[in-house]
Nanobody, 123 residues
Framework: QVQLVESGGGLVQAGGSLRLSCAASGRTFSSRPMGWFRQAPGKAREFVAHISVTGGSTSYADSVKGRFTISRHNAKNTVYLQMNSLKPEDTAVYYC????????????????WGQGTQVTVSS
């Protein structure tokens, strides 16, 4: 079992930055690749970023590449998402998730999800 709790969301002006954290409980965290997804009102949940078990490999959606950075600290059971140069279109609820198998960009590849944290970017 893995429980995930996101934090760090909020309201920020366009061009600003936020750092999201996802704290995990359970001994399996360090053996799981992790991902961040987001969901805007009326839209499907979409992939944002993925990180391997060791943190040595990361992947990003084209829409956030060069602006967002995913990282993890296994000793602290935490995964982060540093978001810079935020745009109004980044407004969404952001979720972290633990990947079980399958494609890293697919929602169905993840079996544990946090409750989400709201990010709102004003223009």
């Amino acid at each position: 079992q893995v429980q995930l709790v996101e934090s760090g969301g909020g309201l920020v002006q366009a061009g600003g930055s936020l750092r999201l954290s996802c704290a995990a409980s359970g001994r399996t965290f360090s053996s799981r690749p992790m991902g961040w997804f987001r969901q805007a009102p009326g839209k499907a949940r979409e992939f944002v970023a993925h990180i391997s078990v060791t943190g040595g490999s990361t992947s990003y959606a084209d829409s956030v590449k060069g602006r967002f950075t995913i990282s993890r600290h296994n000793a602290k059971n935490t995964v982060y998402l540093q978001m810079n140069s935020l745009k109004p279109e980044d407004t969404a609820v952001y979720y972290c998730a633990a990947r079980l198998n399958g494609d890293y960009y697919a929602v169905t590849s993840y079996d544990y999800w946090g409750q989400g944290t709201q990010v709102t970017v004003s223009s």
